[in-house]
């Protein structure tokens, strides 16, 4: 019985086909399509029927005035209190101002390093974006530092400007007391250093 073709058998971990089927219910009957289980049969239109009139509004005057607003966004907590969280324009100047994020420190949050997270932040790729913004992180230490630098540095130009107007004002008032042309006064200036 050279000719004699074996089947091959498949053995499998799952049980066969027909022990997953779940046996009928004993007491169900079977369905049966009857007039019975149809639902009511709807009058013919007659071309007479009156259109549904919609609902009229009398008076706004007991709407209240309310603003359409989005829910706030901005009040993200960090999960770590060490690290400062900022939303940064990830495609301003064509990803300049996200690439000058980077190399000041900040760092791309992931969803789990923040506390807060809106329904409205869009989180794909491991990134939590909303819109163009994206949201980073840094080192609490390393930004509060960089906002006190700034700070420090607005309030030495402010003082400077300051000194400066003081000191055209006490000029001309001194080249107002001695003699000459104003060709030759106008040369005297007050010297401003670079920083």
Known sequence: MADEVKVPVVVSGA?????????????????????????????????????????????????????????DFTKLQPTNPAMSLRLVNRLALGGQRFEEAKVQGFVVCKASDIKNITNLMTIKDGVVTYGDLIVMMMPRVDYIGAIKNNEQNA??????????????????????????????????KLFQPDR
Do not use: C, F, H, Y
Not at 155 to 174: F, K, Y
Not at 178 to 185: F, L, M, Y
């Open 155 to 188: 309030r030495r130009r402010v003082a400077r400007a300051a000194v400066m107007g003081e000191g055209q004002e006490l000029l001309a008032a001194a080249l107002n007391e001695v003699p000459g042309s104003r060709e030759n006064k106008s040369k005297i």
């Open 15 to 71: 049980p066969p086909v027909a022990t997953q089927v779940k046996p009928p219910v004993a007491n169900a009957a079977p369905p049966t399509i009857t007039s019975k289980n149809l639902p009511p049969e709807l009058p013919k239109p007659t071309g007479k029927e009156s259109p549904t009139t919609p609902p009229t509004i009398d008076d706004d005057s007991d709407i209240v005035a309310k603003p359409l607003v989005s829910p």
